[in-house]
């Protein structure tokens, strides 16, 4: 069996040292937006997960979109929202650059993680890739989408968990989703997070001063003189 390299990190409640960097800087203003919610991180094996719903103005919901921009050079993640500095940048430049900077988007999801071992289940916020969520078109039928209508996978008392393995790493990243053959309680209690209300807090625009850093960073890579 493979061994899950994923983990969730939190946010410390303490105030961080104001770094010197001053993507550093940008970066603790990033994370500090996301609050102190848990999020699961990928790594190469086996990951099984519980997804369920969550509630926002009365609805239920199950999933939010989260488009970001990697800026290579920083290794950061910068959310993309309403009057972006990146895209507004990205639009003047040639289609090479255009592509470097292209956004991209995953989905965001309340889910429980099942322990392997002797580690216990942690409810966590998980960040899929869409072929993850909606399969591709090679391989329509290896995602979550395809089967979670039919089997109502997402309801807490009669739903089923999802394990995902990936193996490969960057551009050779796979995986391949598989839901259980039953239906299964969730087997904890959780407390939903709004998502949708979390990633209105997240797409905030850059205030000037973390503009100027994105900026800077992305002309002196793709403005070389």
Do not use: W
């Amino acid at each position: 069996m493979a061994k899950t390299k994923g983990k969730s990190s939190t946010v410390s409640k303490k105030t961080p040292a104001v770094s010197a960097d001053p993507y550093d800087r940008l970066q603790q203003k990033v994370q500090a937006r996301k609050g102190s919610n848990k999020y699961y991180k990928f790594g190469e094996g086996k990951h099984v997960l519980r997804i369920f719903g969550f509630t926002h103005d009365g609805e239920t919901e199950y999933s939010v979109e989260d488009v970001s921009h990697y800026v290579k050079d920083a290794n950061r993640f910068i959310p993309c929202g309403d009057n972006c500095v990146i895209c507004e940048y990205r639009e003047e430049q040639i289609d090479l650059v255009k592509k470097a900077l292209q956004p991209s988007t995953k989905y965001l999801f309340n889910a429980v993680v099942r322990g392997q071992g002797s580690e216990e289940d942690q409810q966590v916020i998980v960040q899929l890739p869409i072929s993850v969520v909606n399969g591709t078109k090679k391989d329509p039928d290896n995602c979550i989408m395809a089967t979670a209508k039919q089997f109502n996978a997402f309801d807490q008392a009669k739903g089923r968990d999802y394990t995902i393995i990936r193996t490969g790493l960057d551009i050779d990243t796979r995986y391949k989703v598989t839901p259980d053959a039953k239906s299964t309680p969730i087997g904890m209690k959780v407390k939903p997070v709004d998502l949708i209300a979390l990633q209105a807090k997240n797409r905030a625009p850059l205030d000037a001063g973390e503009s100027e850093v994105v900026l800077k960073t992305l002309k002196k890579k793709y403005e070389r003189t």
